[in-house]
């Protein structure tokens, strides 16, 4: 069998997306399956103007839009803090406990602290839109 030939590192990527494959798949039909049932609660939320990017937690719900990004708490969806600094629309974003890395159709790229919604960084090195970025700690 090609998968047993394989040497173990290679052996073990297999596994994990295998595994990682049947996990969505399940959660995927439990979804469904509760959507059919009528096991799920919409809620509305005010936003005020489009939602081009965002991402959550189990605490937060952060929102990317034209020239702001919005912190939400994710329990009451209440409004947290708005942060100000693109000159464009807020495209793509990524968030951990300590920061939101912003990427805008100004051409930028920012740093924000979530505690205090300040800019740390801003990097003005591309020549072109920010669509997506990747960040790791």
């Known amino acids: 069998?090609?998968?047993?030939?394989?040497p173990p590192a290679e052996q073990m990527s297999r596994q994990f997306y295998w595994q990682l494959?049947?996990?969505?798949c399940r959660d995927i039909c439990s979804l469904k399956a509760n959507w059919r049932r009528g096991y799920?609660?919409?809620?509305?939320v005010k936003?005020?103007?489009w939602v081009w990017c965002l991402q959550c937690n189990d605490d937060k719900?952060?929102?990317?839009?034209?020239n702001t990004i919005k912190v939400?708490?994710?329990?009451t969806l209440q409004l947290l803090k708005v942060l100000e600094g693109h000159k464009g629309g807020v495209c793509c974003l990524q968030f951990n406990e300590e920061v939101i890395i912003s990427g805008s159709y100004d051409h930028t790229?920012?740093?924000?602290?979530?505690?205090t919604g300040q800019v740390i960084n801003d990097l003005?090195?591309?020549?072109g839109q920010v669509r997506s970025l990747k960040f790791t700690m």
């Open 1 to 6: 069998h090609k998968y047993l030939d394989m």
């Open 21 to 24: 494959y049947h996990s969505a």
């Open 40 to 44: 799920y609660t919409i809620t509305r």
């Open 47 to 49: 936003i005020g103007s």
């Open 61 to 66: 719900i952060v929102t990317g839009h034209d």
């Open 72 to 75: 939400w708490d994710r329990s």
């Open 109 to 115: 790229v920012k740093v924000w602290d979530i505690q």
């Open 124 to 127: 003005h090195h591309h020549k």
